[in-house]
């Protein structure tokens, strides 16, 4: 993915795009998605503000919605800016120009010229990370490729394709086969038969590959930014999506697609399944699931004031953030794993563990957690904790959130950290070696106190 130097001027742009989720004494804010915005080759472009504590609100800008790092985009443009004829005509050349080589209807169509190949003549581009047909071998011959491409890899086309790890963009960190299975039990086992993945290619993978298999009856629509997969993937498996703005690439044709999926014929529901990348901005991405969820919405016959299930797959330190959005939501103690992270793999102890967890809608005493792995039920607090996960008695509550053992501070009312002890110049608890900063809790946009910056009154939310 990248921009270029047609879609902006660059002219008094700020330095990087980098929305921090929590900023000190000023930075930017996200405004959301407006009307009439602007677009950049991953779709519509998101409106921003520059900030600074207690001071007037900043000048507007757009910039791109899914690329944070203005070398992977350089798209920019101030909301009040007049944008030239010219300009505009070169912007719209420069996105059509940094759209795939082929659409997805051609990709079926070479992915069915592909599997009729003799095995050796099957090959696959690494540089271009293409499937190739023999009239392109020529084409790509100083090009490395692998040979020989089986029904097998055609199957599992994320672990042929290069995984993009841009943290903020796409990383591509693949479930592990064991945070996959189990993901895929729990959703069986809940009673789900339509699973909409989102950002999760590895779990559509798994359904995808079990389909042929008589008693299963779970389906699967991948929805990705990623457009490699439209090669594997027919209309009807797999949307190009970007999770930052809601935009389904195809158009009416594809959003129809996802429509038809999220209803629920014949009594088979449906779950949101969803796992974004760890550096991209909670409010856009829960602007987006709102919309999905939305669209289920207007799908369910039976009217019943339901929101749509969802597992969100997101580290532990977003809880605060991601209940702002979605109050109804609760975290599991799951430690999910990945492959290709060199710390979220499973069977680690102490901080070493990973701090990805499930954000889920459901009742947290449906979500039945693996006891051979130690994890428990807590009778009192009606939900599956890890094994380190004690129940304080003070709060009533099961508190850890890290996997390890927390203590109970009575002088900050609230169990913490077992590494952390109580500052008393802070009057809170911190790391032992901290520099104390006492400081008083106020919005950073307004410089109050009394509400956060996504709710300030100084900025206009749309």
Known sequence: EGGGNMAASGEGAPEGLCVPERQGAGGLALLGLAPSAPSCPHGPALLFVKTSQGKEEGRRFYACSACRDRKDCNFFQWEDEKVSETRLAAREEYNRNHQPPFTHRQNVERYKNFVLLPLSKRRFCQQCQRLLLPAEWEKHSDHQFLCGISTAQLKSPSQLLYPLENKKT???YLFAGRSCQFLLDLIIDLGFRRVLSVGTPRLHEMIQSKASQEDFRVRSLLLDIDFRYSQFYTEDEFCHYNMFNHYFFGGEAARET?????YQGSGERVIMVTDPPFGGLVEALASSFKKLMAMWKETEKEGHNLEMPVFWI?????ESRILEFFPSFSMMDYQVDYDNHALYKHGKTGRRQSPVRIFTNLTPSMIVLPVEEGYRFCAVCQRYVSS???HCEICNSCTSKDGRRWKHCVLCKKCVKPSWFHCNNCNCCALQNHTCEKTDA????????????????SLSHT
């Open 442 to 457: 106020v919005c950073f946009v307004c410089g109050k106190a009394g509400h956060k910056r996504s709710t300030c009154p």
């Open 170 to 172: 796409n990383a591509q």
């Open 388 to 390: 380190g996960n004690q």
């Open 314 to 318: 997101f580290p532990y330190f977003f």
């Open 258 to 262: 996802c429509r038809k999926f999220l």
